[in-house]
């Protein structure tokens, strides 16, 4: 099964706890743009950041200076926090101009040579680096420019390397086309949506070693999930009319579905098993965790057929507990209880930092 990978918008650092950390437990990898001018593999680089550190300054300071300085000092004590998750889910990437004049660099201290077409569309803007910072810079305020070389980067990645975007800011650069509204980047964003509104506690955790012991713990689950929210990714990308969107638009849209379908659903699911009489039933619900990753490893996108069986061969009883699996809507959407698990995982990791 092809891997999600994704890349943050927004800028160098998430600035919020909900955003880094549903990111990190739902995409197998998530990418941030280094925004400095580096020579080395920026994850040795941060991974080997010694703190304390000074940043100096030439030349006079000014307010573009002050917000460059900012996002520097911003961007190296968010991966310094998060050291160990660097190579374990987390990935920084140079922003495409280092990218770029590194490549050119290196090919002519090889001795070879470069094509002069090629040097021409660089010096004048006109490759695809160039050309993705045109796009990005003319929906920048100017205020906003210090942040170009992040987003113009994880714009082309996305499209060159099939990165799915994550933003959680209020972007409204319509970078959306029709052609870019793919499955996988849906899923994503309807994935931010259900860790705000239905696994909120997620933010609470703040210590990267608790965040590995969760995605860990979760990992074999994560697929039935990820189907799930596949299945709903038609109604989000048929909800937007328009040619062009932004993922503010696209997050809006994605809101509403989770808070009309998933809870819902979820509530429903709930209340039909804690008002079961059958034992069974519960005891089942109870370990489901202990079955998903089986069925998820071997099927990836189970049928409700398979599921069904497997969990009456599994606990003996064709009769009442296959019947009430059945009517409760679990076998057949059993996605959504990963964020049950998440819920219950995160408040014993919570209970037990207490």
Do not use: H, R, W
């Given at each position: 099964?092809?891997?999600?990978?994704?890349?943050?918008?927004?800028?160098?650092?998430?600035?919020?706890?909900?955003?880094?950390?549903?990111a990190f437990l739902f995409y197998d990898e998530v990418s941030i743009i280094s925004p400095m001018d580096i020579?080395?593999?920026?994850n040795e680089y941060y991974k080997n950041f010694k703190v304390p550190y000074k940043i100096g300054l030439i030349g006079q300071e000014d307010d573009d200076c002050r917000k460059k300085i900012d996002l520097l000092v911003k961007t190296i004590d968010f991966a310094v926090r998060n050291k160990i998750l660097i190579?374990?889910?987390?990935?920084?990437?140079d922003h495409i101009l280092n990218t770029k004049i590194n490549s050119l660099v290196n090919t002519l201290m090889s001795g070879k040579g470069i094509?002069?077409?090629e040097l021409i569309k660089f010096a004048y803007g006109k490759d695809d680096v160039g050309e993705a910072f045109d796009e990005i810079k003319k929906y920048l305020k100017q205020s906003e420019e210090h942040q170009l070389k992040i987003k113009a980067s994880a714009y082309l990645l996305s499209k060159k390397e099939n990165y799915e975007l994550i933003d959680d800011g209020d972007d409204k650069i319509p970078i959306f086309d029709s052609e870019n509204r793919k499955v996988k980047q849906l899923s994503g964003i309807l994935s931010e949506n259900c860790f705000t509104i239905l696994m909120p506690r997620v933010e609470e955790i703040g210590n990267p070693e608790q965040l590995l012991e969760i995605k860990e713990y979760l990992k074999d689950i994560l697929v039935p999930y990820r189907m799930a929210l596949q299945k709903l990714s038609k109604k989000l990308k048929d909800s937007i009319k328009s040619d062009n969107c932004s993922y503010s638009d696209l997050g809006n849209e994605a809101r509403f579905i989770v808070e009309s379908e998933v809870e819902p659903y979820l509530y429903e699911m709930k209340m039909k098993i804690e008002q079961s009489e059958n034992k069974m039933l519960i005891k089942t619900f109870g370990k489901i965790l202990g079955w998903i990753p089986l069925i998820a490893t071997l099927y990836y996108a189970p049928s409700p057929d398979k599921l069904l069986a497997a969990f009456s061969k599994a606990y003996n009883d064709i009769g009442s507990m296959g019947e009430s699996i059945y009517n409760t809507s679990l076998a057949r959407d059993l996605g959504f209880s990963y964020i049950i698990s998440v819920n219950k995982k995160v408040e014993k990791v919570i209970k037990k930092e207490l």
């Open positions: 099964m092809n891997s999600y990978k994704g890349i943050y918008f927004s800028n160098s650092y998430f600035s919020s706890n909900i955003a880094f950390n549903s020579q080395t593999d920026p190579g374990n889910g987390l990935v920084y990437k094509p002069v077409d």
